[in-house]
């Protein structure tokens, strides 16, 4: 198909795909003649995972060249979901800050000092107690490490005891995470659903919670309304 | 105290605390004479709660002075923790996308209808099949609704089977989360305790679910090696 066709098919503008040719992401096309170029089935599945690597998951183009080499490289499925896993945007207590901030607000100067001493210790013990394999590189090791020194510099100290039981059911919700993935051969399809799965199903998750504390907060109040009467 | 020692002790700047009292959020302090204002505790406590919503939670200043409003009419903690729950920023897949993004990218026109059709319905049947009481104003349903109808659009269909078993492990989450507010009574206390568990304390849900996931991978990874020896 010429490139008329596949911006129709991917629903990529050609200006896109073309931006896309030029910075490396998508294959150049079977040349047919000095002006025209023949693209492929190929093609329209390398931009479906371009636009959710970009668009869905935040990468940068030159994030998203790391991971599509990483897709192209002849690694097994456990492999290139690991590339994927670690190159997505890894959440932060910062980012979620700036959310609903509407009008500009007189910044306040960053009064504590970092607290949280032995944050990282922290973590490493309850990797340690949870039995998990994590890699060195990973960067959710230091992420919650510095959520957690975040946390207590607000004076919300959490020990590893506090966190083991969220650890255990997280470990619950992930390996509802990797049912999805059953059946799934296809490299490309693979690194798709990770971006879908890490990225777009997390607001998912967190709206779940978020109407479950809800409901719990109705039932706390309705079991102490019971026993008021 | 005086606006200086009141600076000192909350860590806010004088010029940050004046435009508190400007807009309202503040309450003003007892006038000594006409030049000299006196600050009590209680102006300590309010100031590290506007802090928390607006720098935490990322509230606007005008939704913080609807949550201060609420949490000093005389509610009971339920009433305190659902209106702050409400006014809190709501966790969106557009707003996950927008992390990681380091250059500029030529925009992709939306090209797929909204899709999706009945994701409203399913947020009901979820809801109905927990047993959860959730508010008709609750900000969540519709965001929930609107995530599972961007995933529809992406070929990824979750049906209300598909999202029980998530429901159930969020109902789990929950309860840890109100042992959190066990033992607190003093309703501004609670409030910032709302913001803190909320707000800055999903980013540790949320990386205790990526390493769990890393762990997922592996486990994986490691049964199907195994079966292979």
């Not at 040719?21 to 294959?27: K, S, Y």
Request: glycine share 6%; proline share 5%; net charge negative.
């Amino acid at each position: 198909m010429r490139i008329s066709e596949l911006s129709r098919r991917s629903g990529v503008p050609v200006a896109t795909i073309k931006y896309y040719r030029r910075e490396g992401l998508l294959p150049e096309g079977r040349a047919l003649n000095p002006t025209a170029v023949e693209y492929g089935e190929e093609h329209i599945q390398r931009l479906r995972l371009i636009r959710s690597l970009i668009q869905l998951g935040g990468l940068s183009v030159a994030r998203t060249r790391e991971v599509l080499e990483a897709v192209d490289r002849p690694l097994d499925a456990f492999e290139t979901l690991g590339v994927v896993h670690h190159a997505l945007p890894v959440p932060s207590a910062d980012k979620n800050g700036k959310g609903g901030q509407e009008d500009s607000v007189p910044d306040i100067a960053a009064d504590e000092a970092t607290s949280g001493e032995g944050a990282t210790a922290r973590v490493e013990t309850l990797i340690e107690s949870m039995g998990w394999q994590i890699s060195d590189e990973s960067p959710h090791r230091p992420a919650l490490a510095e959520s957690l020194a975040a946390l207590a510099r607000l004076g919300a100290e959490y020990t590893t005891d506090d966190l083991l039981p969220y650890a255990r059911l997280a470990t619950s919700t992930a390996d509802l995470d990797f049912e999805q993935f059953d059946g799934i051969d296809d490299r490309i399809a693979l690194a798709e659903r990770a971006v879908v799965l890490t990225v777009l199903f997390e607001p998912v998750v967190r709206l779940l919670r978020r109407l479950a504390q809800e409901d719990a907060n109705h039932r706390r109040h309705h079991r102490r309304a019971c026993r008021r009467e």
